[in-house]
């Protein structure tokens, strides 16, 4: 299906917590880009990425994308529960180059390919850029092209009209020079059924070192309609914290679709388990995953693991929450939300927190 063809009333992204019919993952696979620039070894990352993986598959089925040279390891470290799927690929965060899944109440599910550009250009992404078409290809379902550069984990939506993401990232000259916030909610409004979008400030003068600009994933997450979860720091002096500040009181100042406040429910961030020689490390447990029933938490092997955990379990009664070990994965400056993305199950039922 063509872009235009998305200008038709109907199509929406549905929440996190929506029904799956699977998870998909990209096995990472680029052993220069973690060895010579983040000072990991790839084994270690992927151990995380199949620990993720392989707890995952107790919920749902997974689907991870794996590059033909790398095939022998990831059927080793996968579980019998995790379906490979051998395609050609750069990089590992398929939260920002797969689809966004999209639904109708007439027209069943498709999916968005945003403009994948590596996060302003700042690594090849020859073949990461036609990944999510090719997937949604494979999967026989329509794809809406659009020329919006944007990655997955620089949005997220309620399914009840709202949808939140940062300045820093979407208005950034590295990804949509010239365009206006109109024009970006006009592409949410038509391919994400979104009625009102929240722009936060995200990371405006890149001092976290964050190679997404400021993705929102790492600043809050729904916890139902209504309510988010945010990412805080304890150390007021960090260069984190005035960036949490502001996001915070954009949050505080902003309503949603249905004119509601925000509650607001502080998961603070994993500070002790930061590697004081890492480039960048993603202490964020906020970037945490909803699967069918439980909550996939990064753990770091750290006391604050078990308040992380509390406060989840009080964010969503009901779910099993799971912390997974991501200390090597982490280095890359993403977690258990940057490497997974949600199909949504067709037709949706019971689609609550």
Known sequence: MHSSDAQQTGWFMPAEWAPHAATWMVWPHNKALWEAGWQVSLEQVQSDFAGVANA???????????????????????????????????DSWFRDSGPSFVCHSTLGLAGVSWRFNSWGGKSAHDLDE??????????????????????????????????????????????????????IEEVFTRLLGVRKVIWLPGDPDYVTGDMTDGHVDGVCAFAKPGALLLDATRDSSSTY?????????????????????????????????????????????????????????????????????????????????????????????????????????????????
């Open 130 to 183: 036609s990944v999510a078409r090719r997937v949604l290809n494979g999967l026989g379902l329509d794809c809406f092209g659009t020329p919006l550069s944007n990655e997955g984990g620089a949005i997220h939506v309620d399914g009840d009209g709202t949808l939140i993401t940062t300045e820093s990232v979407l208005l950034n000259p590295n990804r949509n020079p010239g365009a206006t916030k109109q024009d």
């Open 241 to 353: 914290a005035k960036v949490a500040k502001e996001n915070r009181r954009a949050l505080e100042l902003a309503t949603d679709a249905r004119g509601r406040q925000f509650e607001l429910l502080e998961l603070f961030e994993a500070s002790e388990a930061v590697d004081p020689n890492a480039e960048v490390f993603c202490a964020s447990y906020t970037n945490f995953y909803l699967a069918n029933g439980a909550v996939i938490m990064p753990a770091y092997g750290i006391e604050a693991d078990q308040v992380a955990a509390a406060t989840l379990a009080l964010a969503f009664p009901g779910r099993e929450v799971v912390p997974v070990r991501i200390n090597h994965l982490a280095h890359g400056g993403g977690g258990v939300h940057c490497i997974t993305q949600q199909q949504p199950a067709w037709p949706l039922k019971g689609a609550k927190a």
């Open 56 to 90: 995952i598959a107790r919920f749902e089925p997974v689907k991870m994308v794996v590059d033909p040279s790398a095939l022998q390891s990831a059927r080793v470290l996968c579980g019998p529960d995790v379906e490979l799927i051998p395609q050609v690929v750069n």
